[in-house]
């Protein structure tokens, strides 16, 4: 029976427990078979070593060639240590070396490799980078002119690209537009000690481009504007703002930030880095261009290191908040070290737009990752994501650096110190990692690194998709140190397109040639032609649209670079569609854009705040909770009929916009001296003279508990000025407030004050008393304490009881929202269910159809720490010493904070963590104690109420969760007669060690046509909220709707809407 039990066991493992190798999507074909024995081996010795070099693990590419035209792709691999090889395809996935007859001698260090027609005879030629601890001659970048009989013959010095400038790749595109191809090559830096270090630019070496003078002779040009430094290791070419000019991005590895360069008409370069991405990768390695969610616009990936498993996280050494500060005012831009999925906005402007949404897609851990490809693997339709990684030793391992560190300090010779590093690397383990295979599942990506593949662990680089066997799906190529290439082989069942440009002579595989294909759903797929992509290497120029189970297409256009078009109608499947310029046509005619519903005022306004580092006295805080202004209020200040508006931020930098009948906004100066920080301000009549006045609200936690935090009333002098009473109005407050709101709170008539509870200065998860300011007339105002109701951030008020008095719904961090039902002017507290616990941030009324429900803004799921009902983020105590906070990573519970900055709060653990390994293995924390401090809801949404005083949660669409929702406004904005909400956010209080900014959308239009909410594209709705909104506010004109936007740190915003 025994026996018997495990036979059976046995079977049903062999049958369902794995994958055999007919079910992968891939199967791996061996070097034994393929005849690709190709290994990039990597020997340390004296002159390659760490501490000498180094870039000694960054592997090499792949580039994808036809040799001699016969259809079959070959394929031309680069080797660091060893020669680069040219392999042959004979078909049926067999590969012939043909590397020496070919006359492929490139001795050194090899780098990226580009493909491109350079002599334009019709054939191939390569280009390959070198880099290395190597004498200058080696350092000559080498091009092989393909002599149309199988062989090469080595022109780069008469041709004038025998750059030596420490090259890692280059790109062949048409800069200025003048019919051939130029070339834009990417260096490093022989920076290899301390390479993250604040240096001058000088220190760094510059990008090069080099203008094609005619049949392929270059000449390098000069003051383009690629004025960043650089340690480049990613390259990539595309037309990102669709001016019919390709543009350039460059990710740098360490401290110099990667740039991308915005081609103005082929005359030079702008890098709009600063103004086009939030921010950057702190160690950007391989990048790709693509548009992988199909609306039109390009969107970005860059690699970073970030390791997927906690354990690993904890060893690897991160960026401390007052290092980066240090770099910020030394001019470099936000960098973090994750990858980064750059989503375009879709801004019809010669300043593209970027939004991040690497953590909401899931795609921002993947550790040492190398090679991004955006791709359709299983021809469904939709561009899946592959990413090569691993390193062959853990160098981050904070372990292996302190020890480093340390010995630095008492040694003066540089010898001793290169021995005990290299020592020391030698034992370092090793990041043997298993290559990325991500789903597209329109929604999102779905990690299938184990489901469509074996998930060969590997130290693998460059990496190319091509079409190797022709069968109508796209194999994938690996280039590995000390292992052979991985081949690939694709089994998709799906059905597709197959599409082979024929470009002219200058330009033969269509470099910059975009491709839409319409299916018969009027859907649409979208294809910018650019071979040089992911990391050092060159990909298939032949393009592959998958069509799942469809047989046919409605139509394929093909936009040529200089305006010729083409379109070819119903397409079917599994067929090879043959593209030639010759045949193209005149331009298509542009469809004439809309008019989007925002036109963008210009403000003299920039709103300016010290930083003020909260994590210097609260190491475990997981956001920052000091930067809370500007703040907004709106009213007729003046009394001529108008709505107008003041904006409060730090002193001095308070003003108020008056209306005329125009609709246009006179600004002027608030001259107000107050103390403390403002974080919230009403306009009201409070000494019944019928002319506004102004609270002033004091939050933040910067300062003590004290007089910092004493609000105060302004009186209005009905002109736009204001005066300090001639008594005092308000009783004492000596605690911090999140927002103030004006509401009778016992239905006498006359405006009573809530004040709402922040968080306690230096007392986090406490939170401060909330109060309400009783109104007892002539402006005395009794202080009522409702006391320690939790860290709130924004209410509103209705009546929902009916029983005439306004009730409050509030929302705040760490709990789900509550109610304070108004009884005769009495509060009484009501939770919501606990599960809505969450980082809300905002609350706004929402009155359709005479039913009352509310818009709630919450922290998103652009999020690194994920959080659920199930698997809450859990704040943790120590011997009742604390808050640290936990989460769930793969079903285990694991604490957020890092080594240092937990010892530093808790110095009586460091018996416990003597190193960063104890602290990364350890598994259990059986010395945390819970609290009922946590979270579990992140998304934002709609809070319904119904008759039966019950209320019901419903989260937004998907694409209301890719940000953080700090403000939301609530009108008719399409002129439907039905409201819409307009939501803006961002964040950039978070932990940079830990998170790093979330900047997920630049401000979203959410309208409710019958059933559900749908999002206006920000290129229709005209919204490009760039920073970091804080409030906002509608005031109404006589003929439009001007909505108004502040943000931290920066511009006051205004959008028209004349709707």
Known sequence: ??????????????????????????????????????????????????????????????????????????????????????????????????????????????????????????????????????????????????????????????????????????????FDKDGDLDVYILTTSNIYRNPNGIRKPAAYGYDKLYLNQGKGYFKEAQNVGIETTTHGLGLAIADVNNDGFEDVLASSDFLPNDALYINQNGQNFINSSSKSLPFLGRFSMGNDIADFNEDGFLDIITTDMLPEENEQQKKMLMTSYQVFEAELRYGYLPQFTRNMLFVNDGYSSKTPYFSEQGTFYGVHATDWSWSPLFVDFDNDGHKDLSITNGYLRDVTDSDYVSYNQNFAKQTQKKEELKMFINKNTANLPQLRKVNKLYRNTIEGFEDVSQIWSEGNPSFSNGSVFCDLDNDGDHDFIVNNINEPLFLYQNHSKNNFIKVNLEGPSHNKHGQGVRLKLTLENDSARHYYQSLTRGYLSSVDPSIIFGLGKDDKA????????????????????????????????????????????????????????????????????LQKYSNSGPALAKGDINGDGYLDFVVVGEQKNAFVFLQNQNGEFKQSILDINYQGEVSDVILCDFNNDKLLDIYLMKGSNEFNLGPNYQDEILLGNGNGSFRKATKPVLPILNSPGSFVMAIDIDADGDIDILRGGNVSPARFPESTSSFVLVNNG????????????????????????????????????????????????????????????????????????????????????????KFTSSQPLVLNTFEGESYIPSFFLKEKKQIITARDELIRQLPKLRTKYPNYLSYAIDQEFDWLEESNYSLREMKSGMLY???????????????????????????????????????????????????????????????????????SPNSKSGLNIKGYAKKSLIVKSKKANYLIVSQYNGPLLMFKNEN
């Open 945 to 1015: 109420y119904s008759v039966e005083a019950k209320f019901t949660f419903e989260a937004f669409p998907t694409e209301a969760q890719k940000s953080t929702v700090q403000t939301i406004s609530v009108g008719d904005f399409n002129g439907d007669q039905k409201l819409d909400i307009f939501m803006a956010g961002n964040n950039s209080d978070l932990e940079p060690s830990q998170s790093g900014y979330v900047f997920g959308n630049r401000g979203q239009l959410w309208s409710k046509g019958s059933a559900t909410f749908t999002n």
């Open 1 to 174: 029976m025994n026996r018997l039990f495990l036979k059976l066991i046995l079977l049903s493992c062999l049958l369902g427990c794995k994958n055999t190798n007919e079910e992968y999507l891939f199967s791996k074909v061996p070097a034994e078979q393929s005849g690709l024995y190709f290994e990039n081996r990597i020997t340390e010795n004296v002159k390659y070593n760490v501490y000498d070099y180094h870039n000694l693990y960054n592997g090499g590419g792949i580039g994808v060639l036809d040799v001699n035209n016969d259809g079959l792709k070959d394929l031309f691999v680069t080797g660091n240590q060893v020669a680069d090889k040219l392999y042959l395809n004979r078909g049926d996935l067999k590969f012939e070396d043909i590397s020496r007859s070919a006359g492929i001698n490139s001795e050194g260090w090899s780098t990226g490799i580009s493909i491109a027609d350079i002599n334009e005879d019709g054939f191939d030629d390569i280009y390959i980078c070198k880099a290395g601890n190597e004498t200058s001659e080696l350092l000559k970048n080498k091009l092989f002119i393909n002599q149309k009989d199988g062989t090469f013959k080595e022109e780069s010095e008469i041709r004038g690209l025998a750059d030596s400038s420490l090259s890692t790749q280059a790109a062949f595109f048409d």
């Open 778 to 865: 002539n402006l005395n105002f009794e202080l009522n304490d409702l006391g320690s109701i939790g860290i709130l951030r924004d209410a509103v008020k209705v009546d929902l009881d009916k029983n005439g008095f306004d009730d409050i719904v509030a929302v705040g961090h760490f709990m789900p929202p509550i109610v304070l039902y108004n009884q005769n002017g009495i509060l009484k507290e009501s939770k919501l269910a606990p599960e809505l616990s969450g980082l809300w941030n905002t609350i706004e009324l929402f009155e359709n159809d005479n039913k009352v429900s509310f818009v709630m803004g919450n922290i998103g799921q652009n999020y690194r720490y």
């Open 554 to 621: 409605k139509s394929l256009e093909v936009f040529w670079p200089d305006g010729k078009y083409e379109i070819i109608k119903q397409p079917i499947a599994n067929s090879i569609v043959n593209v030639q310029y010759a045949k193209a046509t005149v331009s298509k005619p542009l469809n004439s854009s809309s008019q989007p519903l925002f036109e963008e005022i210009e403000v003299d306004f920039q709103h300016r705040d010290e930083r003020f580092i909260d994590f210097n006295t609260e190491n475990l805080l």
